[in-house]
């Protein structure tokens, strides 16, 4: 058993008494009440748990706690910027994405990292990085929208300008 301390949602948090190989996913929801991040299988196959590590997609469930030490943790309670929702967030409300909801924290946390690494992915792009975050209500296609809709209005504010024939578009989603 050991202590550490963590960097979670930009505030340093200390973990008493816990054993070395806790999942990060454990410490979230049962040492800091994080429920947001779900625990879906357990074993790295779902998405549920999915937290970004230093900028980067991770599944929660599978990173001890002895690992993370040093580095930055985001989890969707820390995702909006103060009062102002992401523009995930936004667009998965915009267009009702959840059913159940139980995916969804780790179907946006995945969303969001790629996005913050790739501004301007391809409908290809956007389907290989989610392609492991299931979601047993079947929202896919909401979910893809949603995230086709934030990365054209980025590719927008990027190069000012939208061309739904090389670069992003809904249409795309209806062929
Ligand atoms: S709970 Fe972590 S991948 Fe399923
Ligand atoms: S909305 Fe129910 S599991 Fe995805």
């Not at 058993?1 to 070395?20: R, T």
């Not at 009440?33 to 937290?51: D, S």
């Not at 706690?65 to 915009?94: C, F, K, M, R, Y």
Request: charged share 15%; aromatic share 6%.
């Amino acid at each position: 058993m050991a202590s550490y301390q963590l960097k979670i949602n930009g505030e340093q948090v200390f973990i008493d008494n816990i054993a070395d190989d806790t999942p990060l996913l454990w410490v979230l929801r049962d040492e800091l009440n994080l429920v947001g991040t779900k625990f879906g299988c357990g074993g790295g196959y779902c998405g549920a748990c999915t937290v970004h590590v230093d900028g980067k997609a991770v599944r929660s469930c599978l990173l001890p706690v002895s690992a993370l030490t040093g580095q930055s943790i985001t989890t969707i309670e820390g995702l909006a910027n103060g009062d102002e929702l992401h523009p995930l967030q936004q667009a998965w409300i915009d267009q009702d994405v959840p059913q159940c909801g139980y995916c969804q924290a780790g179907q946006i946390m995945n969303a969001a990292a790629l996005l913050q690494h790739n501004a301007k992915p391809s409908i290809e792009d956007i389907e290989s990085a989610m392609a492991g975050n299931l979601c047993r209500c079947g929202c896919y296609v909401r979910i893809k929208s949603a995230i086709v809709s934030v990365a054209a209005q980025m590719a927008v504010d990027i190069v000012g300008i939208y061309d739904p024939e090389t670069s992003l578009g809904v249409k795309e989603l209806q062929s």
